[in-house]
């Protein structure tokens, strides 16, 4: 066992291997309060790689409905749970231990790698079950209750809300730490954890040790697959880009918006390399406004999320750690960068590494929160990694008149 | 001479360091010569030459000729009391037939775990290890150095069966229509896994002190199971020769160690989840399989004779002993 | 103790004799135990674990130094038994002669095995009846019922081995042998308790908290691994449930520490040899402990 940095739990780790020495890592943020569960995502992913046989329960990316939702069923509750026994009443956060290595505080429990018994699992976890991998979209829009009064921010009474789910590509996958075969690898340029499908002997260490249970089992290859994160895209290698990175099928699918993802720059500690201008990094390190899923499981997941605001807190911190409150509070209430930052969502299908901002006029006020907030119009740039302006978009989305067409089944 | 030697003996000094010559010149002597004094001394299991060619159907009458040898395998993983069958030995057979060897497992397990279809489902499997050819001058007690590796024949009861699309293996599964279903598509297959080509009931897999299994480039051993009656009857065969290094080899007249491994599939079990044995010897020999036992009758006679007069000596002294006591000297 | 390298040179001509083969076998007991933990346990479980490039280079230097202390403990074996077949030739009395008579046994058998004389399967049997003979020989007082204990388990264990050896399909009655040896084994320091007695609370609750770490050990995720070693290391195939292992490691701990200590380097190299037929250097140093614990108890029974 090698000990880590793990910056979402501000402390070391145990973990089976040593950091790698840096490089790019895949990350994304996929903001909760916009998705409207219309599953394009998911059909993007199915349809172009899990579309053959024994594939037909394997879904690489999936929007389940929270509470309920959850595919494989429960897969969050049972871990959680494991957790729970394994560490009775001990995974609780120290909030007040933050700095800029500990944004969120300190974790005082037990991750998933320290609560393994080492000898026959290097991370606690569980096998599901065939069953468990059927009905991926049960228990959708199901609200824990009616909000008979009517629904308030910032708690409704009867709530649910959306959880878009793709493999983290952690920082310290227990996919990679479980599999007895090191069959799985994290690639250095992109930090994408891919199994090598060759030297897999379908033994599901990875299945059973993936909190996010994002490795599943493929029965007519006996062997097991997860997401790629479509990596010839990432790679540059789709002819469309002409060698420039280009976002994953799911993100560039997204109809509501609600997903942006890049490649942040990693040092040899696992921590980000400071990169203000990075549209990923200002949104997780500077405003703070995406929050990694289950943080406490201890993999240092790449996929943050921006929490959803009408959410009870108490489960929310549950899911989300402690940087709950204040990342709702930064999104209710955005600063001119961030309302700027967040109209990249989904404007191109190149990776966006940079951003740059023109002030542009006030045009408008709104209040929020009792106080009245002023409203500019900027513009935000977005560079490919070439430093080349690949898009620009303003805060007050333009309004284009369509000329009047003259045929009939003109819409 | 007595005295002299006693007297010897008897300075503390003097034996101190007579021992410690002795034993650095021994030591030294082993050491330079490169001699082990030690040999392995326990089950033998011997492959004589068989006239008939006994294939890959462990139910062929040639097998009833076979001495077994039963091997016992460390307890498993049923250990909470709760009972189920655990596997504590397993029953070896060995015979050759025109330069090919047979090894014949049999083993009790109350289920039949042949498939790996649903994610949660393992299926039963044997493994025969054997030191590589490069290493066979290792004792046994010695195994797992750097550089000496080992050769695996694994065997896994999922392999036996057809690799079934979701719609034959499900019979009220509907599918509308795959669009391709080229190897491509079965990404494990394009990319050449064995189990994912189903190529053989039998991978033959070499393994290096703390590397990683990998399949070896000669895939030549082949072999069968069959489930009845409760037990799993499993015959791998591989012809003697090789060229690869990393392989195990045979020849009439050779001895090897071997070892087993069996992994029970309704109970969770792969990769190092498994009943093994110890190493133990493998004996090829140049001469037929007769109906007997491996040893001719006068060897018993004197084998039987050996221990009953040792054993005598020792009752006697511990007779002698046990009065000593009571007379209270 | 007694202080017996200053004794009168001439009380040695007759029965008395010094602790001649009981220093050289306490270092052969160091390195066996040595040898056990580098090579039997470390480098034999090592190449089960997959690879972890950290642990690569202490797995070498142990590998290394586990060939090292094997080739002393060889040499340390030879010559030990060679120092008990001279010390029992010198004492002349029946324990002496018993000693040189069946280490010279032993010693024709391991030769004879090495170099391929015979079929294996006679030399078996004949360092079965070697080592028994030894343990009955070594018999008599309170110790009986340990080495009742222990000789069952070596005969059975072993005898399991070698009955298979002269051609006989052992069957149903082979994992009867098994399970019985491996009981007669969990016996042992249960007997050996009775004998020795251990009194002290300090000590039963040291030795009681040493048998619950065996009985979580051996419940625990480890106890594969445990019952691995067990068979490879001791000969036990680990059939039984972990609290039995628990108490005989608690049992076995108070009666060691109780025990006295002329027995404690005898009782390190029957742990370093386990049970039943591995090969000749391990059945060496069950010779060897048992040819000590003999000439030892003549000793005793001379100096009263
Ligand atoms: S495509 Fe976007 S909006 Fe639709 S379900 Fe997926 S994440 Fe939500
Ligand atoms: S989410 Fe799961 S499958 Fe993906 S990298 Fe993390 S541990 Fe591995
Ligand atoms: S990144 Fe690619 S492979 Fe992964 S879930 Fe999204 S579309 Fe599927």
Same mark, same amino acid.
């Given at each position: 066992m090698a000990t880590v940095y793990n910056w979402h739990l501000g402390r070391e780790m145990s973990y089976p291997y040593q950091n790698g020495p840096g490089g790019w890592q895949f990350a994304a943020v996929f903001n909760t309060n916009r998705c409207i569960a219309c599953q394009t995502c998911t059909m993007a992913c199915k349809s172009t790689w899990t579309f053959s046989p024994g594939q037909e329960l394997m879904w690489w990316n999936n929007v389940e409905t929270k509470?309920? /939702? /959850?595919?494989?069923?429960?897969?969050?509750?049972?871990?959680?749970?494991?957790?729970?026994k394994a560490n009775p009443g001990g995974q609780v956060w120290d909030a007040t231990a933050k700095s800029d290595d500990a944004p969120y505080g300190r974790f005082e429990g037990k991750t998933i790698f320290e609560a393994a018994d080492g000898m026959t699992q290097r991370a606690l976890g569980y096998l599901p079950s065939e069953e468990e991998w059927k009905g991926p979209n049960n228990g959708e829009d199901v609200a824990t209750g009616w909000s008979a009064k009517g629904a308030e921010l910032p708690e409704h009474a009867g709530w649910f809300f959306y959880l878009q789910r793709i493999c983290n590509h952690c920082t310290y996958p227990a996919c990679l730490a479980a599999c007895p075969r090191q069959a799985i690898y994290k690639r250095q340029e992109d930090g994408i954890v891919l199994i090598d499908q060759e030297r897999c002997r379908g033994y599901r260490k990875c299945v059973e040790a993936c909190p996010y249970k994002k490795a599943m089992y493929r029965p007519t290859t006996r062997t097991s697959e997860k997401c790629i994160a479509c990596f010839p895209r990432v790679e540059g290698s789709d002819p469309l880009t002409q060698g420039e990175p280009m976002e994953t099928r799911c993100m560039a699918t997204c109809v509501g918006k609600i997903r942006l993802q890049g490649l942040v720059r990693v040092d040899e500690t696992g921590r980000w390399v400071e990169d203000r201008q990075n549209p990923i990094y200002y949104l997780v390190h500077v405003e703070k406004v995406a929050l990694p899923l289950y943080p406490q499981f201890g993999t240092q997941p790449n996929v943050y999320y921006i929490p959803p605001r009408w959410v009870p807190r108490a489960y929310l911190r549950q899911m989300f750690g402690p940087g709950v409150d204040h990342a709702i509070e930064r999104y209710t209430n955005p600063s001119r960068e961030l309302l700027a930052v967040l109209q990249l969502f989904r404007v191109t299908q190149r990776i966006i590494f940079s951003y740059a901002i023109e002030p542009g006029p006030k045009v408008g006020e709104v209040r929020i929160n009792g106080t009245v907030r002023e409203i500019f119009n900027d513009t935000v740039i977005g560079y490919g990694r070439d430093g080349k302006e690949i898009v620009r978009v303003t805060v007050e989305e333009p309004i284009y008149e369509r000329p009047q067409r003259k045929t009939l089944n003109s819409i | 001479m007595k005295g002299l030697f006693a007297a010897v003996l008897q300075s503390r000094a003097w034996r101190f360091w007579l021992g410690a010559a002795a034993v650095l010149t021994i030591a030294a002597l082993l050491q330079w010569t490169d001699t082990e004094p030690a040999e392995t001394q326990n089950l033998t299991l011997f492959a004589y030459e068989a006239d008939r060619d006994p294939g890959l159907d462990p139910g062929n009458s040639v097998w009833e000729r076979a001495q077994p040898v039963q091997v016992p395998l460390s307890g498993q993983a049923a250990t909470y009391a709760a009972g189920g069958g655990s596997v504590p030995v397993v029953s070896v057979r060995a015979v050759h037939h025109k330069g090919t060897l047979y090894l014949r497992l049999e083993w009790d397990d109350p289920t039949a775990d042949t498939s790996s279809y649903r994610p949660e489902d393992f299926a039963d499997a044997a493994a025969v290890e054997f030191p590589a050819q490069a290493a066979t001058t290792v004792p046994s007690f010695c195994m797992g150095q750097p550089g000496a590796g080992v050769n695996i024949w694994h065997w896994r009861a999922d392999s036996e069966q057809v690799l079934a699309l979701p719609t034959e293996h499900y019979s009220n599964a509907v599918v509308d229509w795959y669009p391709s279903t080229e190897d491509l598509f079965f990404t494990a297959r394009a990319a050449g896994n064995p189990y994912a080509l189903n190529a053989s009931p039998v991978q033959n897999l070499v393994a290096q002190a703390f590397g990683t299994l990998t399949p070896a480039a000669e895939q030549s051993v082949q072999g069968h199971g069959v489930y009845a009656n409760g037990k799993w009857q499993v015959v791998f065969a591989r012809p003697f020769s090789t060229s690869d290094p990393e392989l195990a080899a045979f020849g009439p007249g050779t001895k090897t160690d071997v070892a087993f491994a069996v992994w029970d599939g309704s109970k969770g079990e792969r990769d190092g989840m498994k009943s093994v044995s110890q190493f133990i010897t493998l004996s090829i020999s140049g001469a037929p399989l007769a109906g007997g036992g491996p040893e001719d009758w006068p060897w018993t006679v004197a084998a039987i004779a050996l221990f009953l007069g040792l054993s005598a000596i020792g009752l006697a002294l511990g007779w002698y002993g046990y009065r000593e006591a009571r007379m209270g000297r | 103790m007694t202080a017996v390298g200053r004794a009168p040179r001439l009380a040695i001509a +007759?029965? %008395?004799?010094?602790?001649? +083969?009981?220093?050289?076998?306490?270092?052969?007991?160091?390195?066996a135990l040595a040898e056990l933990l580098l090579v039997r346990v470390g480098s034999r479980t090592a190449i089960h674990i997959p690879a972890l490039p950290a642990l690569r280079k202490p797995y070498a230097l142990m590998t290394e130094a586990g060939d090292v202390v094997l080739v002393l403990a060889q040499s340390l074996a030879i010559v030990t038994l060679a120092a008990a077949a001279a010390e029992g030739w010198l004492r002349g009395d029946w324990r002496g002669?018993?000693?040189?008579?069946? %280490? +010279?046994?032993?010693?024709?058998?391991a030769t004879a095995i090495r170099f391929g004389w015979g079929p294996p399967g006679l030399w078996q049997w004949a360092t079965l009846a070697t080592v028994a003979s030894l343990a009955a020989a070594s018999a008599g007082g309170r110790r009986t019922p340990a080495l009742a204990c222990? %000789?069952?388990?070596?005969?059975?264990i072993g005898g399991h081995t070698a009955i298979q050896s002269l051609g006989v399909a052992p069957g149903e009655a082979g994992r009867w042998m098994l399970w019985l040896g491996e009981a007669a084994a969990l016996?042992?320091?249960?007997?050996?308790?009775?004998?020795?007695?251990?009194?002290?609370?300090?000590r039963w609750f040291a030795a009681g908290a040493a048998g619950v770490a065996a009985t979580a050990a051996m419940a625990g995720p480890s106890g594969w691994t445990l019952r691995f070693l067990t068979l490879w290391n001791l000969g036990l195939a680990g059939t039984f449930p972990p609290f039995a292992y628990g108490i005989a490691v608690a049992t076995g701990a108070a009666s060691f520490a109780a025990a006295p200590r002329s027995v404690w380097v005898p009782v390190a190299l029957l742990a370093a040899s386990g049970l039943g037929l591995h090969n000749t250097y391990q059945s060496a140093l069950a010779v060897a402990a048992l040819a000590t614990l003999l000439l030892a108890q003549g000793r005793r029974g001379a100096a009263q």
């Open positions: 509470p309920y /939702g /959850g595919y494989p069923h429960n897969w969050d509750v049972k871990i959680l749970e494991l957790l729970e | - | +007759g029965r %008395t004799a010094a602790p001649r +083969g009981s220093e050289l076998a306490g270092a052969l007991a160091v390195a002669r018993a000693v040189m008579a069946l %280490t +010279g046994a032993f010693a024709v058998a222990f %000789t069952a388990a070596w005969l059975l016996a042992i320091p249960l007997a050996a308790a009775v004998a020795v007695r251990p009194r002290g609370r300090r």
